[in-house]
Each structure stands twice: as C-alpha cells, then as structure tokens.
C-alpha cells in the first residue's frame, strides 16, 4: 500500500524536460528535509538542536510556497520564520535543555517516534485524497503541510511545557500556510501571518522569560 | 477623517502612548477618558453626511481601504461602537477602584481597537487573523507579574490559535459553495470546518475548560475583559457568517446544533458551578453558562433570536464587571479563591458580597435583577420551541443557584463572635453601591437599556429582519 502512495508522489508520466525532473527531485528533497526536521524537532531536547530544526522547517515552508507565490513574497514566511527562532533563541541565554521532562505523559523516543510514523502515514495516505479535493496538483506540498499539521497536533497533546506548545503551534501554523497559501494569495494575508508567527515566538520569549524569573 | 481611524488607529495609538506613560494618575484619566470620548463620538457625530462645527464643516467618511481590503464602520455600527466603548470604560473605572494594576489599561484599550476592526474589515474572514493577533495581545496582560504561565493560559493560547486556521479555511469553502450552490458535499465540508473554528474560538463544550483554569490563575479583573470581549466579538463574528450566507442562516440543522451545543454548554457549566468550591472558578462557570445562553438565543429563528441574543449582552457586560470588581476587593491579592479562605468574609467585605451575590443571581435571571427580563424571555421562548430545552436550561439555573447559595452561606457564615466590619474604602464603597442600584435598576426598569439595545441588530442586513 505504501509504495502505491508514494508512486502517486512520484511522477513518472512527466513530460520529457530537464527543469520539471529537477523541480520534482528538489520537491521530494524539501519534503525529506523538512520531515526530518519535523521529527528531528520532536526528539530533540536540546534549545540549539531545537531551533535549528525549525529553522530548517521554516526553510521547507519557503521552498513550498515559493511554488506558488511569488518569490519576494514566500521569502517573507522564511525571514518571519528565521526571526521566530531568533527571538526564541535570545531566551535561552546560559541553558542547555528546551524544556523539562514531562511529568504525565510518555516521554520516551521510541513512543514519540511511534507516534510520529502513525502521523507520517496517515498522512501519506490522506495526502492524495486532500490534493484531490481542494485541486491543488502539488502532491508534496499538501503531504507536507498535512505533515506538519499532523506533528503540530502531535506535540500539542502530549507537551504543557510552554515552550513546546509555542513551537507545536509554530509548526501547525507552519502546515497550515504551506496549504493555505495554494488558495490564497493575498498581501495581508501574507503580512497578518507573519504579524501571528512572530507574535507567537514573542508569547513565547515572554512565557519563558516568565519561567525563568520564578526557578530558584 | 474617517470612521476606522477615529474609532481603531487612534485608539491603538493611544494605548501604546499610554503604556509608556509612567504617571499612574494621568493613564487612569485618560484610560478612562479615551473610550468615554470615543463612545460618546459614536453616540453624536453622523458617518458619512457632512456636519458644521462652527464655520468648518466635516465630513466622517465610513470606509478606509489598506493593501485592497476595506474597513468599514457605517452608521449601523455605531450602537455597537457605544456599546463597546462605554463598557471599557466601565471596566476601567472597575479596575481602578479594585486596585488592579493601571498598566493593563494600554492592553485593554489595544484588545478591544483591534477587535473592532475585526468586526470592520471587509472581507469578513481576515477577522479571524485580527482575532488571533489581539489573543496573542492579550497574553501579557492575562498574565502582568511574569508568573509561570499555568495550564489554564497555555490552553487559551492553543485553543483560539487552533480556531483560526478552521476559520480561514472554511471561508474559502465557503466562497466555493457561493460560487456552485448545488453542491451539497461542499456545503457540509464547509459548515465542518466552520463549526470546529467556532467551537475552539467561543469556548463551546468540551473546549472551555480552559475558561476556570484560567480564571483561577489570573486577576478577576484581567479575566473579566478577556471573558467579556472575545466571546462578544467571537459570537458577533459568527453572526456575520449567518448574515451573509443565507444557506448557513436557512438550514435547520444549525439550528438543531447550536441549540443542542448551547444546551450542553449550560448544563455542564451549572453541574460544575453547583458543586465548585472555589469563588474564581464559579464566574467562570457562569460566563460558560452565558455562553450557551448566547447560543440558545441565536437558535430560535427569526428577529426574536437576534432581539435576545443582543438584550443579553448589556446586562451580562454590566454583571460581570462588577462582579470581577467585588472579587477582587475580596480575595484582595492573596486569596485564592477556596471557600475555606473567605469564611465570614461578608462582615468584612458587605459591599462587595452583596454586588457578588446581586450578580451571580441576575447570571442566573432570578427576579427583580439585572439579568431577570431577559432571561425569562429566552426561556418563554425555548418553551415554545421544546418543553425538554426549557427544562434543562431551568436544571443549569438550578446548579448555578446552587452555586450561588454557596457563596452566601460560605460569606456570611463565621465562626468567631465578631461584627460588621467594612474594609472596602471609601471609592469602593462608593462604586460598589452604584452597582447594586445598577444591577437592581436594570431588573425593574429594563426599558432604559432599550433605544440601544433595539439599534444594536441594525449592523446586520438579514439577521434583523
């Protein structure tokens, strides 16, 4: 079943010219690349490893909604992106670890990368019907932002650490513009969204600031 | 000039000069004096038809347009502009004579400007986006002393955020089923997507649990904006969807769902009022139960729904502002909130027990209150509809009564052998009368909030007909 999925991904009645073959093999490398991150983003505990990972998923957002819009206005989402992990990282002065150990869930690799593959393949399985339905022919970019929505939620449930949820709720945004940004093309749009993603990080500083002032 | 800049720029100018003002006396003056002015503006000058001042003469355009989108506050607007702008003033005026810090007024005056232009922007759906950024707003000031953030903020946070992406998207669903109206599958999908965005952004059962999370860790004064305004404007939001897509507004099935959601929204927040124990928690309760009683209005058809929706929001607004000013004169800065902790509390706060105990009775529209006309009309009218919805919004009354019961036993019981003694100053005992007339007189006299109340539908073009 997986690989008719992925063969849906994998275009093979493209016509014969240099520039979609490469267009198609750096579509599957973005998908890869911000997957990776995505989960890298999940397993990680580090604040260094963290941000960078959003960073990188920040950059896959880009890459995917530069297939649609126009270039000077999808480098906005990466800018807004770079400067969300920014303002997170000037939080972290003089600490190693993002946050601490949960308490009440399960906190262990092999249940978050479970949890993770269910969500990979749910949405793989999904991801073709989604293209279908909202006409949108851009089958790795609807996989990832489902992907990215699927770990957003992910992390949503099983963290109440605050900088966790601001960085679930970054990546589902992150899912949701790569999406939306197929059916909607607006500047205010474009400039609201960043106004929220860079409003969230800065929640965040705030949240964690707060935090940080009350540890003995 | 026009309409949005005098009633959203210019307030949002204000409250970021306010908030860098160190004077405490000047930004309470002008925290008050700014939506007092601004509502009265609303009140006297006409939009769009020229009026002399002296030898000059002025024009109030409607619309302003940015990056191709419009905001647009016409003349039907401005009841509602009144209404918004004189209830933050009464929250302010609250605040202050509580004692709450005046550094929140810059927030609430951002919040409620920005919130205004969420009803303003033309189209309607980048409400949503404005929505979402005043949340984001309003984190600071739901938590002012860089406290650990509890669960209750965190759930907030991650509740309204999820709203929005719902929100948007269905909206382009929706132009999709305006564009091909046959297509049934559509229509669904969109009325899906609509519905979850709403249930996150109104708090609708199961996802207000954040609601009493949140009271009990914040300020009951903070609180109160929050649980006054963005539900406000959320429902408003919603009202604009029925407004303008006549499918959503004719289909029966809406109807049946909100009304069942209102239903279960009411019950659940009187079950848990009747047996709370903790004095923060049961305002939260009640403006849960407010909520679902929202709902049930806009689920009975035709003008009468809207009629009630809006006779609501006046009483619930004047309630719960001074109910959250008579919590925080008693649980003062360190209570938190348990009945155990405020035993007897009623000899040393009288004042303020009895504006607490006028306003969870009026939430529960027992007689000769505030919230009294009202809601015995929403009740009529749910019995016409159904006799099983009337019974079960009279068992959440019940629980909320319960509740309230509670609170007087728990107030006026002491064990020592001590008398009445007022801590209140002499402000607060000032303010605090004020409110048990206010809340008194709207009970009695329900008719003086009526010119506003009647104006208030007229910002929709089909709902009020």
Not at chain 1, 6 to 35: A, E, K, R, S, V
Not at chain 2, 21 to 32: F, M
Not at chain 2, 193 to 203: D, E, K, P, Q, V
Not at chain 2, 338 to 349: L, V
């Amino acid at each position: 079943m997986v690989d008719s999925l992925i063969g849906t991904f994998y275009l093979t009645d493209l016509p014969d010219c240099p520039l979609i073959h490469m267009i198609n093999i750096l579509n599957w490398f973005f998908l890869l690349l911000t997957m990776t991150a995505s989960i890298g983003l999940m397993l990680s505990r580090g604040w260094k490893w963290i941000l960078g990972f959003l960073a990188i998923q920040y950059l896959g957002v880009f890459w995917f909604v530069q297939t649609v819009w126009p270039f000077s206005l999808a480098i906005v989402k990466l800018i807004s992106g770079i400067i969300a992990c920014l303002a997170l990282a000037s939080s972290q002065e003089g600490t190693t670890s993002f946050s601490k150990l949960e308490t009440s869930w399960p906190q262990g690799i092999l249940f978050r990368l479970f949890s993770a593959s269910i969500v990979l393949l749910t949405t793989l399985g999904v991801a073709p019907q989604v293209s279908n339905w909202l006409g949108i022919n851009n089958l790795h970019g609807i996989w990832v932002s489902l992907l990215l929505m699927g770990f957003g939620f992910l992390q949503l449930g099983i963290t109440a650490q605050p900088m966790r949820v601001i960085i679930a709720l970054l990546t589902l945004l992150s899912g949701f513009e790569i999406i939306y940004s197929y059916i909607e093309t607006s500047t205010l749009v474009a400039a609201l969204l960043v106004v929220i993603n860079v409003g969230l990080s800065l929640v965040g500083l705030y949240l964690l600031k707060a935090t940080d002032q009350e540890r003995p | 000039m026009s309409a949005p800049i005098i009633w959203i720029f210019i307030p949002v100018i204000l409250g970021i000069i306010l908030w860098f003002l160190p004077d405490s006396r000047i930004v309470v003056l002008l925290g008050i004096g700014i939506p007092l002015v601004l509502s009265l503006i609303a009140w006297f000058l006409p939009l769009d038809s020229p009026f002399v001042v002296g030898n000059l003469s002025f024009k109030i355009s409607s619309n302003l347009t940015i990056l191709g989108r419009h905001l647009i506050l016409s003349s039907n607007d401005q009841p509602l502009l009144i209404f918004i702008y004189s209830s933050l003033c009464l929250w302010y005026l609250c605040s202050v004579v509580a004692g709450s810090p005046y550094k929140l007024i810059s927030y609430g005056l951002l919040i409620t400007s920005l919130l205004i232009s969420a009803i303003a922007v033309e189209p309607f759906l980048y409400a949503a986006l404005i929505i979402e950024t005043a949340i984001l707003i309003s984190i600071p000031l739901l938590n002012p002393r860089k406290k650990t953030p509890g669960r209750g903020l965190i759930r907030y946070l991650v509740f309204q955020t999820i709203a929005m992406p719902f929100i948007l998207f269905s909206g382009w669903l929706l132009a999709g089923v305006s564009s091909s109206p046959g297509e049934l599958s559509l229509s669904g999908q969109a009325a899906i997507f609509l519905g979850l965005g709403f249930i996150f952004l109104l708090a609708i059962f199961p996802f207000n649990t954040w609601i009493p999370l949140l009271s009990e860790e914040t300020n009951p004064s903070q609180m109160s904006l929050i649980l006054w305004i963005f539900p406000t404007i959320g429902l408003l939001f919603g009202l604009y969807f029925l407004d303008t897509y006549s499918w959503i507004r004719d289909s029966n099935y809406l109807l049946i769902v909100l009304r069942l959601s209102g239903i279960i929204t009411m019950v659940s927040g009187g079950v848990w009022a009747a047996f709370q124990k903790n004095l923060k928690r049961l305002i939260a309760y009640a403006i849960i139960m407010e909520m679902g009683s929202s709902l049930l209005a806009i689920s009975i058809k035709g003008s009468i729904g809207i009629d009630l929706f809006f006779g609501l929001l006046l009483p619930r607004t004047i309630t719960i502002f001074f109910w959250a000013m008579a919590l925080t004169i008693i649980l003062g800065t360190n209570s938190n909130g348990q009945f155990a902790s405020i035993k007897g509390f009623g000899r040393k706060y009288p004042f303020a027990s009895i504006v607490l105990v006028l306003s969870h009775f009026s939430f529960v529209g027992l007689p000769l209150l505030a919230g009294f006309p009202i809601h015995m009309a929403l009740w009529v009218q749910l019995g016409k509809l159904s006799i099983y919805y009337a019974f079960w919004y009279l068992i959440a009354n019940i629980g909320l009564l319960t509740g309230g019961i509670r609170v007087l036993a728990v107030l006026v019981t002491s064990s020592e052998k001590e008398g009445f003694l007022s801590l209140e100053n002499w402000s607060q005992r000032i303010f605090l009368s004020i409110g048990i007339l206010i809340l008194i007189l709207l009970g009695i006299l329900p008719q003086w909030i009526t010119p506003l109340l009647s104006r208030l539908p007229s910002m929709f073009n089909h709902l009020a007909k």
